[in-house]
């Protein structure tokens, strides 16, 4: 889901390491390959080709050191990757699957989550790794951290295959198939070998086509199926079509069982136009031809494959695109839409019987027109049908509302085509708050007035109905009493429409505190907009004392908009302060919760990527994802998550600005979103803000 640190480690081998640590604290990886080796002889000039396994070297190799075979690897649960089989110039002892590593190694995660264990490295020194090898650094925090691997320079360097790649690894040569020789090393000689399975030398099949490139495509006519042979060296067959103008559907039947194969289909440039290369016994792509224009078609063998294959050319069968439009385009909460649903034979063959079927699983929508009959539809034809539905009159969210088309023919194919009718609805936020006291002492205290700003901001679709007010009441749940409020002359914010995406300025409210209120108590305030009939809700809280928090959302997250799962915790707010130079976060959910799940709050200056401070498994972490990745960082002292654990419906995040990582807050100002879920594996359950149209998580900003 989230911070994994990849780094290239052995790419014939190891797929990408996530995270690694030293297990030798008090050397810091800052090793002695000579010392820590124990490798009694690592002279393995043997070069004759002959696959020489033996350990007549009596190899004595820890982490790192050189072998042929697994039993010349001192450590526990060690194994040899072999000069051959992996490319490690005189072969590389390693510990798979280990919890920690023995001195001088490093323990790094696979891609797979796999630890391993492999020679230890300062790459800032020189000499701490053997002959044929590097080392290379793994945290770009700390440039001391490295381990060993492969950089043959030539093929002395590969004392068993005499091969050395351009990537560091020694090669291993290709199997020849009648010298009698095990040239590649992996025990089986000539035919023995599979790599020669696709010799005709030994018994591999071919046609006589002689079409093992474009050039030499065979002419087909397509009159009748083709029966073929996949061999090698090529793998590969083809063939030149020119069917004419139509729709065709091109068939490739084999066993896959005997040899995987796929279907490439080509124009006359050779520009690939589709292709299939499944796993069943049938590959097959359906086009529309030009008439006159000449296809080539290939077949090859995945991965070497051989087999035998029949390829046909016929009429695609039916197939339909769909036209849908409503009337009227954008539905209204209680009215009509009907759908005229176009269909179009895109196929190759006649499609008889054809009907359609409207349904829907959306709560806001009723069917009142669900079927037609289409009759037949010949090639290229449409038919046209109408469907109607009705619009709840409490759809007010501002989503769409859905619905599915399916259609059907007299051979039971079926096709389905969504339906999607926007349904565009004012939806007002609070934008712009603040909560200033009279004395200007920067925090709200008993005796005191604070004055209350804010703005009406639509962030939905559509404009509201007529002019806008807003009044605000204090809640019950707070925790100050006696406190009282003071009206603007108008609590009218808007005196016409609000359009989507508009703001107005509301008159200033007054707060006035007891005198008996303490620091630490809240007045929380209900603010309720209206346009005709239309009501909004949004809360704000002010804190006693020193500074108090403030919202970055413009609306309060809805109640139940998680994904219900175990135990979710279900966010209501985001909220933030700065005192004296520290950040406090503040995640509010609509009920106590488990917190011993994970809440991450990212923090971006909206250039780099961000930081997110984490409650993970009842600790705190930073992880920065400066370099594209989460990777871990310290956690300065002044990082501080409470509670980190139990049952509570807040959790409070505070750093001082100054020890933010990577984040520039030099301008004051910074952006955030909370996501929360209750284990790693499960992905976020709840943000706040709410993800955006495309999934994504929206950074709000905020200034102090």
Same mark, same amino acid.
């Given at each position: ?292 224009? #000449? ?122 085509? +969504? ?29 005191? #007035? ?95 004392? +020193? ?158």
């Amino acid at each position: 889901m989230r911070r994994f640190l990849s780094i290239l480690f052995a790419a014939m081998l190891f797929t990408s390491f996530i995270t690694a640590c030293d297990d030798d604290d008090d050397n810091n990886n800052n090793v002695n390959n000579t010392n820590n080796t124990n490798t009694n002889n690592t002279n393995n000039t043997n070069t004759n080709n002959t696959n020489n396994t033996n350990n007549t070297n009596n190899m004595n190799s820890a982490v790192g050191g050189p072998c042929l075979v697994d039993a010349d690897c001192v450590s526990a649960g060690a194994t040899c990757y072999t000069e051959p089989a992996a490319g490690f110039p005189s072969g590389y002892c390693v510990v798979l699957e280990s919890e920690t590593c023995e001195n001088g190694a490093v323990l790094l995660y696979t891609g797979a989550g796999t630890p391993i264990c492999v020679k230890a490295c300062n790459p800032e020194n020189t000499g701490e790794c053997r002959d044929a090898y590097d080392c290379v650094g793994y945290d770009e925090e700390d440039p001391t951290l490295g381990y060993c691997g492969p950089a043959c320079a030539d093929a002395g360097d590969c004392t068993v295959t005499g091969e050395c790649g351009t990537d560091g690894y020694c090669t291993a040569p290709a199997e020849d198939c009648g010298n009698g020789i095990d040239d590649d090393f992996d025990g089986d000689a000539d035919c023995a070998d599979s790599d020669c399975a696709s010799d005709a030398a030994c018994g591999c099949p071919e046609d006589s086509y002689d079409n093992h490139s474009g050039n030499d495509a065979y002419t087909w006519d397509t009159t009748a199926s083709l029966e073929g042979q996949i061999c090698g060296p090529a793998f590969s067959d083809w063939y030149a079509i020119t069917p004419g103008a139509g729709n065709f559907e091109l068939t490739l039947s084999f066993t896959n069982a005997d040899g995987d194969l796929d279907l490439y289909l080509n124009d006359s440039d050779f520009e690939e136009i589709d292709s299939s290369a499944g796993v069943s016994d049938v590959e097959s792509v359906i086009f529309t031809a030009v008439d006159g224009a #000449t296809y080539y078609i290939e077949v090859a063998g995945y991965g070497g494959a051989i087999n035998d294959y029949t390829l046909a050319l016929g009429p695609a069968p039916a197939d339909f695109d769909a036209t849908i439009v409503a009337t009227p385009t954008t539905g209204v909460p209680g009215g009509s839409v009907s759908l005229e649903v176009t269909l179009e034979n895109v196929g190759g063959n006649t499609a008889t019987g054809v009907t359609a079927e409207f349904t829907t699983t959306d709560a806001d929508m009723t069917i009142t027109g669900a079927s037609h009959t289409y009759g037949d539809i010949a090639v290229g034809a449409t038919a046209a049908g109408t469907f109607t539905f009705d619009i709840a009159a409490t759809h007010v969210n501002n989503t769409p509302v859905t619905g599915l088309i399916t259609v059907t023919d007299a051979d039971s194919n079926t096709w389905t085509f +969504p339906v999607s009718v926007a349904v565009p609805y004012a939806v007002l936020g609070i934008d712009g708050y603040t909560a200033v006291d009279g004395t200007g002492d920067t925090q709200i205290d008993a005796s005191e #007035t604070a004055n209350i700003n804010f703005s009406v901001m639509n962030n939905g679709a559509a404009a509201t109905s007529g002019a806008v007010s807003a009044v605000v009441t204090i809640d019950a749940a707070s925790t100050v009493t006696g406190a009282t409020l003071t009206p603007p002359a108008s609590t009218e914010c808007s005196a016409t429409a609000l359009a989507a995406n508009a703001a107005a300025a509301c008159g200033q409210w007054a707060v006035v505190v007891p005198a008996g209120a303490v620091d630490g108590q809240t007045i929380i305030l209900n603010i309720e907009m209206t346009s005709g009939t239309d009501t909004w809700t949004a809360s704000r809280t002010i804190t006693l004392g +020193p500074v108090s928090f403030m919202s970055v959302l413009t609306a309060a997250d809805p109640s139940g908009d998680h994904v219900p799962a175990s135990n979710p915790c279900d966010i209501s707010d985001l909220q933030y302060m700065v005192d004296g130079g520290i950040l406090y976060l503040r995640v509010m959910f609509h009920s106590a919760c488990d917190v011993g799940g994970l809440t991450d709050v990212y923090l971006s200056d909206n250039v780099q990527y961000s930081i997110t401070l984490t409650l993970e498994a009842n600790a705190r972490a930073i992880w920065s994802n400066s370099n594209g990745w989460a990777s871990p960082l310290a956690n300065p002292a002044s990082f501080a998550v409470s509670p980190t654990t139990g049952s509570s419906d807040m959790i409070d995040f505070e750093i001082a600005i100054s020890d933010i990582p990577d984040v520039d807050v030099s301008s004051n100002m910074a952006y955030t979103y909370v996501a929360v879920t209750e284990s790693l594996a499960n992905g976020y359950r709840d943000y706040a803000p709410n993800v955006d149209g495309a999934g994504d998580p929206v950074m709000m900003p905020f200034s102090w």
